[in-house]
């Protein structure tokens, strides 16, 4: 038998050729960047996706899916409140009613809400980290991010970073609101503080953090835990249907202003 001994050399120079391909006609110049691949920042990815836009979801581990996977107490169902049954429906999430509610599997839960994101154009790159934002001033503005592999950041090395322009990016990074804080030591005049997430009151924190999904300067949303962190809501624990419903309304938010905008 005869080997072909260039095959390695074959698969290395595939891969680089199609993800620098990706980057530079995809990435690097996008719509929306999503800071996170948990349930609300995926779901954000699906409905801006659908509706046209370019969007790139960054997540700084190897995996999708945020708190879901670990349920509540490692269990591996999850609730979900009956106002977010119709985005179940539109990631073919199977579900049984209990009550007002609905449970889901976890692993379900967090494949369909990828495949979901995935099938409507949206990209989702694991292993990045945000190391920082990119704004303008006189208008104050987020126009993208700063962005590092999460192995350099986790090695402890000194690599500069690069740039990703965006003309609005999401913080769906759940519990810390790693880019608000970013933004809120960083960007000069900002006006904005992160308050910080109390203690559990799950029906009131369902409510408010949809109520308070948002923008908060030009350029820059929030949506997902990350809102209960920077408004000071309580948290909720393994119930879904908020952040569902945040990652929708955030989506909505930031097509509301791109249309006012063009």
């Given at each position: 038998?005869?080997?072909?001994?260039?095959?390695?050399?074959?698969?290395?120079?595939?891969?680089?050729?199609?993800?620098?391909?990706?980057?530079?006609?995809?990435?690097?110049?996008?719509?929306?960047?999503?800071?996170?691949?948990?349930?609300?920042?995926?779901?954000?990815?699906?409905?801006?996706?659908?509706?046209?836009?370019?969007?790139?979801?960054?997540?700084?581990?190897?995996?999708?899916?945020?708190?879901?996977?670990?349920?509540?107490?490692?269990?591996?169902?999850?609730?979900?409140?009956?106002?977010?049954?119709?985005?179940?429906?539109?990631?073919?999430?199977?579900?049984?009613?209990?009550?007002?509610?609905?449970?889901?599997?976890?692993?379900?839960?967090?494949?369909?809400?990828?495949?979901?994101?995935?099938?409507?154009?949206?990209?989702?790159?694991?292993?990045?980290?945000?190391?920082?934002?990119?704004?303008?001033?006189?208008?104050?503005?987020?126009?993208?991010?700063?962005?590092?592999?999460?192995?350099v950041v986790l090695s402890g090395l000194h690599v500069d970073p690069l740039f990703v322009e965006s003309k609005?990016?999401?913080?769906?990074?759940?519990?810390?609101?790693?880019?608000?804080?970013?933004?809120?030591?960083?960007?000069?005049?900002?006006?904005?503080?992160?308050?910080?997430?109390?203690?559990?009151?799950?029906?009131?924190?369902?409510?408010?953090?949809?109520?308070?999904?948002?923008?908060?300067?030009?350029?820059?949303?929030?949506?997902?835990?990350?809102?209960?962190?920077?408004?000071?809501?309580?948290?909720?624990?393994?119930?879904?249907?908020?952040?569902?419903?945040?990652?929708?309304?955030?989506?909505?938010?930031?097509?509301?202003?791109?249309?006012?905008?063009?």
């Open positions: 038998m005869v080997f072909d001994t260039s095959f390695e050399g074959k698969i290395s120079k595939i891969i680089l050729e199609y993800t620098m391909r990706d980057w530079i006609d995809n990435i690097t110049s996008c719509d929306v960047v999503i800071v996170g691949a948990g349930p609300s920042g995926l779901t954000a990815a699906r409905y801006l996706a659908r509706s046209g836009y370019r969007v790139v979801v960054f997540e700084r581990r190897l995996s999708f899916g945020g708190g879901i996977g670990g349920g509540g107490m490692l269990m591996h169902k999850i609730v979900v409140e009956g106002l977010a049954k119709p985005i179940l429906d539109e990631f073919n999430i199977r579900s049984v009613k209990v009550g007002d509610h609905y449970v889901v599997d976890a692993s379900e839960f967090m494949a369909k809400l990828a495949v979901g994101a995935i099938d409507a154009g949206a990209r989702i790159i694991h292993g990045i980290h945000v190391d920082d934002l990119i704004f303008r001033d006189n208008p104050l503005k987020v126009v993208g991010v700063v962005i590092q592999w999460s192995a609005a990016v999401i913080d769906a990074t759940g519990h810390d609101a790693e880019v608000v804080s970013i933004a809120v030591k960083k960007i000069p005049n900002i006006n904005l503080e992160i308050r910080g997430e109390k203690s559990a009151y799950t029906e009131l924190s369902e409510k408010l953090v949809v109520e308070k999904t948002g923008v908060l300067i030009p350029g820059l949303y929030v949506t997902g835990m990350a809102v209960a962190t920077v408004y000071g809501l309580p948290r909720m624990g393994p119930v879904f249907g908020g952040m569902l419903l945040s990652g929708k309304k955030v989506a909505e938010e930031v097509i509301k202003d791109f249309i006012q905008g063009s």
